[in-house]
């Protein structure tokens, strides 16, 4: 492989970790929208309109592709997109109760760490006792600390802004203790972790599919669209209860509204084109993938979810202290990274 294919590879996982780092940005100037407005338009974006649109524009014979991949795949694929889609919900209650910097680095990093060790607990157990395991089972114990880490800053950080109790609230949504919040990060990263279960389970699907001439690209955007199209179920399912509990239909009619709608399609384009831009970085990087574009793409992410978060002063009313924490819990998130990225190249 060569090295100009490599590094086109690696430049598409830096643009997949600043659009995913990136998406919930936009969460800041939705206020006027209810969380299940923003949600609802987000997911049916995100996780029905753009995977059925490269569904059907990268598959050579979509239909005959789906009849013809493995059932249990098929069915794996949607039970973890399913299960997946109340992470997805969690996560963007999280981002509404912590804000953008906090929730993202947490989620990434309970993803990260989770999503490197729970996969080889299930499918390769024998791995743990040998060095690739013990470096996953170290970058693990190492992201816990970092959590922890950040989870002291944000409780800094709110004992600060008790102080000011009269401080503007920008982020759409309810406002949410910490503890609420720091449960609403973990259920999201644990089932991230789980989404990444179902696609590395569902794999037989894209080798069906390149089988009939698809390529690796296309083959990943059928696995896509049955994970994304299950989650989106009960991502919706979950914002027409908010719907009906709040009577919140009305705000979709709000006068001036167009800008609303089109932050919301935003944050759709900007999360699934992170999804489909890392699917199409993955071949181009061979073995280099676990090792470098994963951690490259997490990175990226992190770094960009907190800068944002900066940018838009969510740790203004914090005390030095409360930033120097966090700064010391994102230092040592990315050593995690580094760490899960370096076990990957053993295997």
């Not at 789906?66 to 949607?78: C, Q, T």
Request: aromatic share 10%; hydrophobic share 55%; glycine share 14%.
């Amino acid at each position: 492989m060569g090295n100009s294919v490599v590094n086109f590879g690696i430049a598409l996982a830096v643009i997949s970790g600043l659009m995913n780092g990136t998406f919930t940005l936009p969460m800041r100037y939705l206020g006027r929208w209810s969380w299940e407005n923003v949600w609802t338009v987000f997911i049916a974006v995100a996780c029905v309109v753009m995977p059925l649109v490269l569904f059907f524009t990268t598959v050579a014979h979509p239909l005959a592709v789906l009849s013809a991949a493995p059932r249990k795949a098929e069915l794996i694929a949607l039970v973890t997109g399913f299960a997946w889609g109340f992470g997805a919900v969690m996560f963007g209650q999280g981002v509404s109760a912590l804000g953008i910097s906090m929730a993202n680095t947490l989620v990434l990093a309970i993803s990260a760490s989770l999503g490197s060790f729970l996969p080889m607990l299930i499918l390769a157990p024998e791995r743990l006792r040998q060095p690739q395991g013990e470096f996953i089972m170290l970058g693990t114990a190492v992201a816990m600390v970092g959590i922890g880490t950040c989870g002291y800053a944000g409780r800094l950080r709110e004992r600060s802004e008790k102080q000011l109790p009269n401080a503007p609230r920008k982020m759409v949504g309810a406002a949410r203790p910490l503890w609420a919040g720091l449960l609403l990060c973990s259920g999201a990263g644990l089932l991230s972790a789980v989404f990444n279960i179902g696609y590395s389970l569902s794999l037989g699907i894209s080798t069906s599919a390149m089988q009939m001439g698809n390529t690796a690209f296309a083959g990943s955007n059928v696995i896509w669209m049955l994970v994304l199209a299950s989650g989106a179920v009960s991502n919706l399912g979950f914002c027409a209860y908010l719907f009906h509990k709040n009577g919140s239909w009305s705000n979709f009619l709000q006068a001036r509204g167009g800008p609303l709608y089109a932050l919301a399609v935003l944050m759709g384009l900007l999360w699934g084109g992170s999804i489909f831009v890392y699917g199409s970085a993955a071949p181009k990087l061979g073995k280099l993938g676990p090792a470098i574009g994963w951690p490259i793409s997490l990175t990226v992410g992190l770094l960009t979810a907190n800068f944002c978060g900066l940018l838009v002063g969510e740790w203004k009313f914090a005390r030095p202290t409360a930033r120097r924490w966090m700064v010391v819990g994102l230092a040592i998130l990315l050593c995690s990274i580094g760490i899960l990225g370096w076990a990957g190249s053993l295997g």
